[in-house]
Every structure is written in structure tokens, then in C-alpha cells.
């Protein structure tokens, strides 16, 4: 089945520094990724929609040049946090929408930034 | 590791019929959370359970925790076309409240 990839699955950084985060789809091409970050314990909250080759479009109250999403290829989409500050510390989880697959929406594991 | 499993994968219902998605965590949850994803979109945050045999209703839909607070399942009543999409859960657990996604359930609704 098609599989979607994190990398880091966790980090920790210092306060001021950037983190880049990847999300791979690695057997097939995504037309779009999402990505999302959630608090302990509530809900998932959409970030912004990434699609190939166009500049990512960005949910109400995101800053775009703060999150900066890339979608280089068919297979990977980046989110850099930049100017990290303590209160960016949280889940951030990517998922893909397969072009073939109608629309199947793939989740990756996550990745937890904890910015000191 | 902790892993979350949904079925069924697929499912083809007849308008008016009832539909129901089941999903069984590995470990105990702390928490457990509902998406419904339509045609073209993105998965849209539906519910939290959290207690231990938790029940919860939407209109139509049937939200339930199990006791062991290991699997959870969503109860659609006299499905309409509005239906139509796929399901998923979402299980918080393990040492750092992960959150694990099921795959989904793709609801059909035939006419």
C-alpha cells in the first residue's frame, strides 16, 4: 500500500533557529500534501495545501513566511519552520493525495519539534 | 509500535441504509479522534472521545470509545448522498500522545 515518510520524526531545536521537515510519498506521486500541526490532545488543524510545481496555499491565521511549504516534486513536500519560538513547538503531520488513487488521502507518522 | 487498523477499507451502501466503520488500536489510547475527508477535500475534524465508554451522537452519526479505550467506531443511520467520503480515525497514545491515523474508510453511496 502507499506509504508517506517524515523526516525527522522528532526534533529539538533552539529558539530562533529554522527546521526544515520532509514528507515523501515513496511508491507513488502526489498531486497534493497537506499539512497540518495538532496540540496535545486536540484536533488536527490544516496549515496549508501544497500542490505540485505552484506556490502552497495557506489556511487563514498561517503565516505563509513563517511556515514556508515547498513543493519541489511529485514526491516531496517540505515545511520549514523559521525563527522557531517555543510556542511552534508541536505535531506537525503531512498527507498526500495520491494522483491515481482517487483522491486517497495517505498520512505520514508526524514529527514533533520542540523548540527550546 | 502502536499501530491504529480501520475496516472495512471500502464500503458500498444503498441510500438509507446504515453504514459503520470500526477502528482497533494495538496499545490503549488516551484519546481518539474522527475525520471525514469528502470528494476533493481535506479530512475535516468530526470528534474527540475520551472517557473510557464514551458515547457520542452527531445527528446521524454515532460516536463510540470502548471501554479498554483500544477501539472506537463511527455509526451512520439512513445514510444520505451528503455521506459520501471516506472516514478516518486518528489514536492518541503512547509514551508522548502520538497521534497514529487509521487508513480510512471510502464510503460509497449508491442511489
Known amino acids: 500500500g502507499a506509504v508517506v515518510s517524515q523526516h525527522p520524526s522528532w526534533v529539538i531545536c533552539k529558539s530562533g533557529t529554522s527546521v526544515k521537515i520532509e514528507c515523501r510519498s515513496l511508491?507513488?506521486?502526489?498531486?497534493?500534501m497537506f499539512w497540518y500541526r495538532q496540540f496535545p490532545k486536540q484536533s488536527l488543524m490544516l496549515m496549508a495545501t501544497s500542490n505540485e510545481g505552484s506556490k502552497a496555499t495557506y489556511e487563514q491565521g498561517v503565516e505563509k513566511d513563517k511556515f514556508l511549504i515547498n513543493h519541489a516534486s511529485l514526491t516531496l513536500s517540505t515545511l520549514t519552520v523559521t525563527s522557531a519560538h517555543p510556542e511552534d513547538s508541536s505535531f506537525y503531520i503531512c498527507?498526500?493525495?495520491?494522483?491515481?488513487?482517487?483522491?486517497?488521502?495517505?498520512f505520514g507518522p508526524g514529527t514533533r519539534l520542540t523548540v527550546l | 509500535g502502536q499501530q491504529v487498523m480501520q475496516i472495512p477499507q471500502y464500503q458500498h451502501v444503498q441510500e438509507g441504509e446504515d453504514f459503520t466503520t470500526y477502528c482497533n488500536s494495538s496499545t490503549t489510547l488516551s484519546n481518539i479522534q474522527w475525520y471525514k475527508q469528502r470528494p476533493g477535500g481535506h479530512p475535516v475534524f468530526l470528534i474527540q472521545l475520551v472517557k473510557s465508554g464514551e458515547v457520542k451522537k452527531q445527528k446521524r452519526l454515532t460516536f463510540q470509545f470502548g471501554e479498554a479505550k483500544k477501539n472506537s467506531s463511527l455509526h451512520i443511520t439512513a445514510t444520505q448522498t451528503t455521506d459520501v467520503g471516506t472516514y478516518f480515525c486518528?489514536?492518541?497514545?503512547?509514551?508522548?500522545?502520538?497521534?497514529?491515523f487509521g487508513k480510512g474508510t471510502r464510503l460509497h453511496i449508491l442511489p
Open positions: 498527507s498526500a493525495d495520491g494522483r491515481e488513487s482517487g483522491n486517497e488521502q495517505f
Open positions: 511508491d507513488f506521486q502526489a498531486t497534493t
Open positions: 486518528a489514536g492518541a497514545g503512547g509514551r508522548d500522545d502520538k497521534i497514529i
